[in-house]
């Protein structure tokens, strides 16, 4: 059973960093794309960063490229998000998932998808 989990989501002040990870397991984490995806209150769900299965190729949103970093550890069967600078707009649920198929953005490619954290980011 493939099981996705993120966690370190946490209520923070305008301007912090904040590093959630996702843990798999079920799956055999190297063969897969791995993303983060998030969603707002109120919001659909939106693309955040993909990353390639060995951790060479990284695909950002425009909206947030710069601020954000993707990254995995396939060792620990773990992908990391890396949130600098944060602001009240970046206020969701951060979800990760994966496929095997391919890096793309939209969500009707990924299979595996976790419970999802909470990141609050307050003014």
């Known amino acids: 059973q493939v099981q996705l989990v993120e966690s370190g989501g946490r209520y923070v002040q305008a301007g912090d960093p904040l590093t959630p990870p996702c843990t798999a397991s079920?799956?055999?984490?190297?063969?897969?794309?791995m993303t983060w995806f998030r969603q707002a209150p109120g919001k659909e769900r939106e693309f955040v960063a993909g990353?390639?299965?060995?951790?060479?190729?990284?695909l950002y949103a425009d909206s947030w490229k710069g601020r954000f970093a993707i990254s995995r550890d396939n060792a620990k069967n773990t992908v990391y998000l890396q949130m600098n600078n944060l602001k009240p707009e970046d206020t969701a649920v951060y979800y990760c998932?994966?496929?095997?198929?391919?890096?793309?953005?939209?969500?009707?490619?990924?299979?595996?998808w976790g419970q999802g954290t909470q990141v609050t980011v307050s003014s």
């Open positions: 079920g799956l055999t984490f190297s063969s897969h794309y």
């Open positions: 998932a994966a496929s095997q198929s391919r890096l793309a953005k939209s969500g009707d490619e990924y299979p595996y």
């Open positions: 990353i390639g299965k060995l951790g060479g190729a990284r």
